[in-house]
């Protein structure tokens, strides 16, 4: 009896485990709408960055400029999906 408690407890304390260390994706947003389907693992990835300076050119010459940023992505964010 006590060995299957400590086996739940083990289980318990793995699924909260993995919970925690899922890893945090970054998105590239323009005016709040994600840009492209593309996850990035850190903010300073170099292509996260090269894709944040071509919507940057993208907003700067053909629209109002308006703000191009590197966010965390949020999975409730419904802008944040993949259109």
């Known amino acids: 009896m006590e060995k ?3 086996v739940e407890k083990t289980a318990a304390s793995t699924v909260a485990d993995n919970n925690k260390s899922s890893t945090n994706e970054y998105v590239v947003i323009r005016e709040g709408f994600r840009v492209s389907n593309k996850s990035y693992v850190t903010p300073d990835d170099p ?11 993208i ?5 109002y400029g308006e703000p191009v940023t590197i966010v965390e992505y949020d999975t409730k964010n419904r802008l944040h999906r993949v259109w």
């Open 59 to 63: 907003a700067r010459n053909h629209s």
């Open 47 to 57: 292509d996260a960055i090269a894709e944040q300076k071509f919507w940057e050119n």
């Open 4 to 6: 299957e408690k400590e």
